[in-house]
C-alpha cells in the first residue's frame, strides 16, 4: 500500500511564503497523476494543483500565479510551493495518488492514496 506523509504547513501571514512536501513510500507506479487538495471548515474538498509521471501540471484557477506544484523523481516526493498566500487559502491539505491507468486529465481522476495533511493557516 502507497504510504503519502505531508509536511510544511503551518502559520503565515497574508502574502507570505509556504513550500508543502509530500513524502511518498512503497510506491511502484510507473505512470500516475499525483496532486494537492485541500479541506477549509465546513468546505467540500478541492483540487489544487497535478501533476503526472511525465510532469504535466495543472492547477485550479483560484491558485493560478501564486501556487505551483512539482516533484523530485529521485525520492518521489510531491512539492507545493505557495506564494502571495490570501487568507482564504487557510485549509488542511492534502497530499494524493492514483495509478495512470487512461489518459484523462489528472484533475479529474479519482485518487486512491491520501496523505494524513497539513494545515496552512493565513492570517490577514
Known amino acids: 500500500q502507497v504510504q503519502l506523509v505531508e509536511s510544511g504547513g503551518g502559520s503565515v501571514q497574508a502574502g507570505g511564503s509556504l513550500r508543502l512536501s509530500c513524502v511518498a513510500s512503497r510506491y511502484t507506479y510507473r505512470t500516475y497523476c499525483m496532486g494537492w487538495f485541500r479541506q477549509a471548515p465546513g468546505k467540500e474538498r478541492e483540487g489544487v494543483a497535478h501533476?503526472?509521471?511525465?510532469?504535466?501540471?495543472s492547477v485550479a484557477d483560484s491558485v493560478k500565479g501564486r501556487f505551483s506544484i512539482s516533484k523530485d523523481n529521485a525520492k518521489i516526493t510531491l512539492y507545493l510551493q505557495m506564494n502571495s498566500l490570501k487568507p482564504e487559502d487557510t485549509a488542511m491539505y492534502y497530499c494524493?495518488?492514483?495509478?495512470?491507468?487512461?489518459?484523462?486529465?489528472?484533475?479529474?481522476?479519482?485518487?486512491?492514496?491520501w496523505g494524513q495533511g497539513t494545515q496552512v493557516t493565513v492570517s490577514s
Open positions: 501533476i503526472d509521471s511525465d510532469g504535466r501540471t
Open positions: 494524493a495518488s492514483a495509478p495512470r491507468v487512461d489518459w484523462r486529465d489528472c484533475g479529474v481522476y479519482n485518487y486512491r492514496d
